[in-house]
């Protein structure tokens, strides 16, 4: 079928629909949701069979959806109605929700059902359910309701309260004043949820050192604790610790609340906002093998299984700064210091990585010079993997990947993904050649020309595209946990196979091989010259792309890589 896309947004629920759609051989655009004109006009351009929304914050036009069957995902389940779905979930503590596919009408959220599909919600953030569980219910809904669509013998349900399957309600926006925490009276739990529900966006409004800011991410502290509830206790590779009542939490981000008429704010590490009010307070290390062991927080964390070992990565947002790459290396070589075979690279659940971190970097007295350090940082532990030698490295995935994130995955010998992954190897939407090996490593799994493609094209990869092109090596389904099973398993046979000396003296033979071809010392600095240029050079977009993008400045239209590439089926 030819489907259209209307969202606010290319994010990654929109991107991944869009792939799952196209691997089932439909024709699908895309158009963002920026006006009803815009609209209007890619609908009558396209002339869609069925319009689908994964994400949208405004209502699509009457004349459209009067037409033409348009279907709305929303985060919740049957009755659920509302702007804050998720945020209310998590605030209330529910154990179960869901995601409903309904048809578009004049009151929103209140069309008939096409389909819905319930999950159990684990304890985590907004953002980090969104992209699991969430999107993972959103795809099995939206693939049923775009079947029964096609088949044309299906009756949407209508919306009905008596019915007992129908336990949602009409909820409303939820405002800061119900967000806000009271640190003299909330206990651990009640603080973790009203952080965890507004991690990603709005943030909750609070009051530090006598300034305003919007607190982002809420994890649990195990060991330290304060006579003052709401204190700063400590300090942690960028985030902040504070006490409750009954215990503490960590806070790794925070942002300025914008002043009437000044400049957009945005997030970044705590500890970076409050650098001035932070003298006197500790900092607190943790070796990633101690908090694999405990309830706190850290972005990094090892453990043994026997011959296998186990480096987990986790950044909010899966961005990496400088400093956040020269931990990750640290943390890297001494995992690779350790008597194992095999050594898993990546998060339990969640993103991968995304690359240098726009933010810190938007943040800095120099952008530019900033920019240069995290690139080259990023490199330094992509070359580590690279070139190591000793045991086999293997990069598991169990959510998405971007630009240096995904090359930095692709350094590993095997890449291991997880069937609702999505992956972008490019750099181009931030106007950036790249770097992170990618020349040497991109072409030697796709081949040059699907390596020119996938960096010039822009479009998003789904899981089975990939390893349909080589670009990963196996696949694999079932929610996050299931994944992490599956490669602990397969790990521990990497571990074990009769092959592995075998394996580990090729790919000795094949580093040295390739470094009498070209080394890869060549192929960093051809890449930096490029990257340089893009950082320091009169007239490159990098820097206003990166602006618009940490600021959140709205696009104009629809790049176009979204409204022509997107439209052909693979």
């Known amino acids: 079928m030819r489907i259209l896309l209307i969202a606010s947004a290319f994010n990654s629920l929109t991107q991944r629909v869009h792939a799952e759609l196209r691997g089932r051989?439909?024709?699908?655009?895309?158009?963002?949701?920026?006006?009803?004109?815009?609209?209007?006009?890619?609908?009558?351009?396209?002339?869609?069979?069925?319009?689908?929304?994964?994400?949208?914050?405004?209502?699509?036009?009457?004349?459209?959806?009067s037409a033409r069957t348009v279907l709305i995902v929303h985060p919740g389940p049957k009755g659920d109605r509302g702007p804050s779905s998720l945020d209310w979930a998590i605030t209330e503590g529910a154990e179960r929700w869901g995601v409903t596919v309904l048809q578009a009408v004049g009151e929103m959220d209140a069309g008939d059902i096409w389909?819905?599909?319930?999950?159990?919600?684990?304890?985590?953030?907004?953002?980090?359910?969104?992209?699991?569980?969430?999107?993972?219910?959103?795809?099995?809904?939206?693939?049923l309701a775009v079947q029964r669509f096609e088949g044309g013998l299906f009756t949407p349900e209508p919306l009905d309260y008596d019915r007992p399957d129908v336990r949602g309600r009409l909820r409303p926006f939820l405002r800061q004043d119900a967000r806000?925490?009271?640190w003299s009276a909330d206990d651990t739990a009640t603080v973790l949820r009203k952080l965890r529900a507004a991690d990603s966006q709005p943030g909750v409004l609070d009051e530090l050192?006598?300034?305003?800011?919007?607190?982002?991410?809420?994890?649990?502290?195990?060991?330290?604790?304060?006579?003052?509830?709401?204190?700063?206790l400590a300090t942690r590779d960028g985030a902040i610790c504070r006490a409750t009542v009954d215990g503490a939490v960590w806070i790794p981000q925070l942002r300025p609340r914008r002043t009437p008429g000044g400049p957009a704010t945005f997030k970044l590490p705590a500890a970076t906002v409050l650098a001035d009010e932070l003298h006197r307070v500790r900092e607190v290390p943790v070796t990633p093998a101690e908090?694999?062991?405990?309830?706190?927080?850290?972005?990094?964390?090892?453990?043994?299984?026997?011959?296998?070992?186990?480096?987990?990565?986790?950044?909010?947002?899966?961005?990496?700064?400088?400093?956040?790459c020269r931990r990750l290396l640290a943390a890297y070589r001494a995992a690779a210091d350790r008597p194992t075979s095999v050594l898993v690279l990546g998060a339990a659940r969640d993103f991968y990585s995304n690359g240098i971190h726009l933010n810190v970097i938007e943040g800095a007295s120099f952008p530019a010079l900033e920019s240069w350090e995290n690139i080259n940082a990023m490199d330094d532990l992509v070359e580590a993997i690279l070139t190591t030698t000793d045991k086999l490295t293997v990069s598991a995935l169990a959510g998405n990947a971007a630009a240096g994130g995904l090359m930095l995955a692709l350094a590993a010998d095997e890449v291991w993904c997880r069937e609702s992954a999505v992956l972008n190897p490019h750099y181009r939407l931030m106007g950036l050649y790249g770097s992170e090996y990618w020349t040497y490593t991109l072409p030697r799994r796709v081949g040059d020309e699907w390596a020119r493609r996938l960096t010039t094209e822009a479009l998003p990869v789904g899981a089975e595209q990939a390893r349909g092109i080589g670009l990963v090596d196996r696949t694999e389904g079932g929610d996050a946990a299931g994944f992490r099973r599956w490669v602990a398993r397969e790990a521990a046979r990497l571990a074990a196979s009769p092959e592995l000396t075998a394996r580990l003296v090729d790919k000795k033979r094949r580093l040295a091989a390739d470094e009498d071809e070209r080394p890869l010392a060549d192929h960093r600095a051809e890449e930096l010259r490029h990257m340089h240029a893009n950082f320091y050079r009169a007239g490159e977009p990098y820097h206003g792309l990166r602006r618009d993008f940490v600021r959140k400045a709205c696009p104009v239209a629809t790049p176009e890589h979204l409204t022509g590439l997107l439209g052909r089926p693979e």
């Open 180 to 182: 806000r925490i009271d």
């Open 291 to 324: 908090a694999a062991r405990r309830d706190t927080w850290s972005e990094l964390r090892y453990h043994e299984d026997g011959d296998v070992g186990f480096l987990e990565f986790s950044h909010t947002g899966g961005a990496m700064s400088t400093e956040q």
């Open 115 to 143: 389909a819905s599909v319930d999950f159990d919600v684990p304890a985590c953030g907004k953002s980090e359910l969104y992209r699991n569980e969430v999107a993972d219910a959103a795809v099995e809904a939206v693939l």
């Open 209 to 232: 050192y006598g300034r305003e800011f919007f607190l982002h991410g809420g994890h649990a502290e195990d060991q330290l604790r304060g006579p003052v509830p709401g204190a700063v």
């Open 25 to 65: 051989g439909h024709q699908v655009a895309v158009q963002l949701a920026l006006g009803d004109e815009q609209v209007r006009t890619a609908v009558d351009r396209i002339d869609p069979e069925l319009i689908v929304c994964p994400m949208l914050t405004r209502a699509v036009p009457e004349d459209v959806w």
